[in-house]
């Protein structure tokens, strides 16, 4: 028999939120804490994208020449912060490693499960609910300037083809037929049908707030501070609102779940990829489908303008946004949308929670009953209500129907 448990979940964004819906359905007693409110972090401003052919890693094999290759060019989605180098070299040394030789395909069979019904999993998680309109089927379309640009991606689209992500190539005029709003330097378009995207993420995470406050959960604003252990097991999550006691916990804290670990004694091998967006309010004009810019950016039309998201500027935590990434954006905004106008462009910076092998910590760590849900880098919004549904079974005693050993919460320890 299944007991009841009182559970306290750190972080508000799409992996706590999934988390503590599925904890609460389960017949837990659940509170979710937040330092600002739901959709706080990396939920909000992403491009939206449910990236279920997402399982080919960015340390590819070859990633290593490919970064110093992206560095020099000023034309690349890649920027560092020269200063932070030297704390990131030990992660950016295993990262390159992981790529390497077996990782490459131990991450892509750990990426798989994770993204590959990522549409079920959130219609699953807002069935009957007022999320469940922010769910919507979507063609994607990777964008290339020419056939050469597009078999020059020939390593990720091998791994693609075998896992049954087939592309339909579209190329020449036959490119603004399908999207009359795309440029001239446009030729080559690779289709992917029937995937699906989010129409607005900040709003959908304060929706799915609202509907864990309707089944029963307590969402609390709360800047967590420490974890309290009793005999090796958590007794308490502390705060500046006070003490909230537990059975066990969630850790969903996205980049912010690494300092929070270090309390416990926990080292997790953690780094933010920088991830800007433009979110442009008004266009004149929306694509007919969620786009990839080859290997830059991606292209969303919501519900609520258009955003254009992604680059990756390695460099902490601690700096604010750099203008550079936001100028690549607008630049080639410009040449793939020639025609769009807009009445204004917000600007946004957030931070993806990355681990060295690109496979996220989920489950308990040592046997505290402190419950890892975090580090699901470029693919967060995607695997966030899969790895939510996995937690609460943890934690329920329930164990998944799958191999967690990819994602095991101790395996840098
Ligand atoms: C530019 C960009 C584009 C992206 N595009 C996509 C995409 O198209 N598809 C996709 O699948 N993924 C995408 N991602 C990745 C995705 O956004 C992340 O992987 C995902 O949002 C991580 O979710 P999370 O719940 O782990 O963390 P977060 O969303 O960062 O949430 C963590 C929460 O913890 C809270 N918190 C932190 N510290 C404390 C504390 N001490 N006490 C209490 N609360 C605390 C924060 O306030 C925050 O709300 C993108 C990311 C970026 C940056």
Redesign the pocket.
Known sequence: MEQHKKIVV???????LSAAIWLRRAGHQVTL????G??????F???????QWAIVPVNTPDILRTGLKYLADPNSPLFMQWSHLPRLAPWLLAYVRHGRGAGAQRMTDGLLPLVSDSVEQHRALTRGTSAEPFIATSDLAYVYTDRAAFDRDAYGWAIKRAAGYIPELIEGDAVREFDPMLGPDMQCLAVLRDHGHITNPGAYMQVLARVFEEEGGTLRR???EDITLAQGRIASVETDEGSFPCDACVM?????SKP?LKKLGIKVPLEPER???LHFSKPSQMPRCPMMIAGKF?VNPMEHGLRC??TVELGGITKGPSRAPFRLIRRHVGKLFPNLTYESAEEWM????STPDSLPLVGEIGSTGVHAA?G?????????PRTGRWVADLISGRHPNIDLAPYDANRFS
Do not use: M
């Open positions: 750190i972080g508000a964004g799409i992996c706590g804490l937040d330092k600002e739901p959709g706080a972090g990396a939920s401003g992403n491009a939206g994208l449910l990236a709360a800047t967590v969903a804290a996205g980049i912010w929070l991830g800007y967006h991606a998201a992604g957030g931070f993806r929670p975090f699901h880098q470029h693919v967060g919004l995607t695997g966030g």
